[in-house]
């Protein structure tokens, strides 16, 4: 087996003819060995620490040591080399104890023949190798185990105790590992409404034999703060326990960031809701003193004519006439208020008509010249609320700019693009500072219903510098 080989060997022995005797057996089996003698445990230790060898034989009764201390010293110094023991008859017992110091295997000198030395250094040799590439896979286990960047918790899937964490479990969570290792999972578990539904969820995955799970965690750390960790469960064999391999990640930052935005996002509601209400509550006013400031007058004094005309024979047919007018002013003005609150031409003749009549509207009564420019819009392209809503947009703005800018001239542009309409407002007025303006009540609106269609709305607007607004909608 070894004929094509050649083997370093040291033989550790003070007896002469023990030694001539295995040497004689080593080169019959390994014809190109080397083969050294050490005849004291001193001696040996400054070979080893100085050539190489690929095996070494020991004897137990050397004059400058007891056999436990050659064993020990002789297996430290060797590290991979494989140690085999020599013994008398009388030191057996003491043979089977060194394999526990870590020989590969012991001979009994008086029993030793080719066949047995033969088996005993292949035997040796492959243990080692073995031993060594397990030593090397379980160094290696243990370096990916320590130095992975999430934290690792090993504990047993019946008890819930802790077997093992790596360096990350022990450095986000603070706790030493022979404080984890003392450690039953459950006295991580923070102390919140969840604790409950963890410890059920454990319970529930102690039963779900090779299963795996990927669920949250609010754990404790030792100085009290608490953690969000996603961990991701695997049922492992562990020292011959059934235990579950957590690997987890902190989303304690995302968790937080995430509950923040919800947050925000029920304020912003909350203010959308809040703007809805106060635009309707603001329309009601405007309604209610529409029809009592102008409609009501105008019918209670052709009421007054018709109780004129029935009291006066003479005056009737003046009095009716004159009742006659106010009726017919008073239906006018409901209609053009009807109109102002919904209106028909959008389902009837689309939104680039039905702004067209707006602004004829608003320039018949008011002194401003407007201008509105609609480019490659396609009628059928945007919802019918995004069509109200760009309708009410403009109606807002004009109502401010009447009211509010003091202008004489307007621009209004509608423009779609592949994806998106956009709307532009533009008015020569006297401006404002929007920093400053927070009760802007018309405004507020336009921004609200700008976010109700996903719009995108931008402002530039100073004081005595006019009033811009852009606001682009996705298709």
């Not at 956009?422 to 219903?449: C, E, M, P, S, W």
Request: hydrophobic share 40%.
């Amino acid at each position: 087996m070894f004929s094509n080989s050649s083997l370093n060997i040291l033989v550790i022995e003070d007896n002469t003819g023990d030694f001539i005797l295995v040497k004689t057996y080593l080169l019959e089996l390994i014809p190109g060995a080397i083969i050294s003698q050490n005849n004291f445990l001193a001696e040996a230790e400054l070979s080893l620490k100085t050539l190489q060898f690929d095996l070494i034989f020991l004897d137990l009764t050397l004059p400058d040591s007891e056999s436990s201390n050659s064993v020990v010293n002789i297996i430290e110094l060797a590290a991979d080399i494989p140690v085999i023991v020599l013994t008398g008859l009388d030191d057996k017992q003491v043979g089977i104890e060194s394999l526990k110091l870590g020989a590969m295997d012991y001979l009994v000198k008086y029993e030793v023949t080719q066949a047995t030395l033969l088996k005993s250094i292949v035997y040796s040799i492959e243990r080692k190798k073995s031993n060594k590439n397990q030593r090397l896979s379980e160094e290696k286990y243990r370096y990916l185990f320590n130095k992975n960047p999430e934290s690792i918790f090993i504990w047993d899937a019946t008890s819930q105790n802790i077997l093992d964490v790596n360096e990350m479990a022990i450095n986000r969570y603070g706790y030493s590992r022979g404080e984890f290792l003392k450690m039953n999972l459950q006295y991580l578990l923070s102390e919140s409404k969840g604790t409950l539904t963890q410890t059920a969820r454990l319970n529930e995955l102690s039963k779900a034999e090779n299963s795996t799970n990927d669920s949250t965690w609010l754990l404790r750390k030792k100085d009290g703060d608490i953690l969000y960790t996603r961990f991701s469960l695997h049922f492992i064999d562990y020292d011959n326990h059934q235990a579950i391999l957590a690997m987890g990640s902190d989303i304690t930052e995302k968790f937080l960031l995430e509950k923040q935005l919800a947050n925000e996002q029920q304020i912003k509601q909350q203010e959308i809701t809040a703007a809805v209400i106060t635009a309707q509550e603001n329309e009601r006013t405007e309604l209610a003193n529409e029809l009592h400031d102008n409609i009501n007058q105008l019918l209670t004094t052709s009421r007054l004519y018709i109780e004129g005309a029935i009291a006066d024979e003479s005056l009737r047919e003046l009095f009716l006439a004159d009742s006659k007018t106010y009726i017919v002013t008073a239906i006018a003005e409901i209609r053009k208020l009807s109109k102002s609150l919904l209106p028909p031409s959008l389902g009837e003749i689309g939104l680039q008509d039905a702004l067209n009549d707006l602004v004829e509207s608003v320039q018949k009564i008011n002194k401003i010249k407007i201008v509105f420019e609609c480019a490659n819009y396609v009628e059928d392209m945007p919802s019918e609320k995004l069509k109200l809503s760009i309708y009410r947009i403009v109606q807002e703005s004009l109502n401010n700019t009447i009211k509010h800018a003091a202008s004489t001239n307007v621009y209004i542009n509608l423009t779609q693009t592949k994806d998106s309409i956009i709307l532009t407002f533009k008015d020569d007025g006297i401006g404002f500072n929007i920093n400053q303006k927070k009760d802007g009540v018309g405004l507020h609106n336009i921004a609200v219903r700008a976010q109700l269609n996903n719009g995108k709305l931008q402002l530039n607007t100073l004081a005595g510098e006019g009033y811009n607004m852009v606001i682009t909608f996705p298709i």
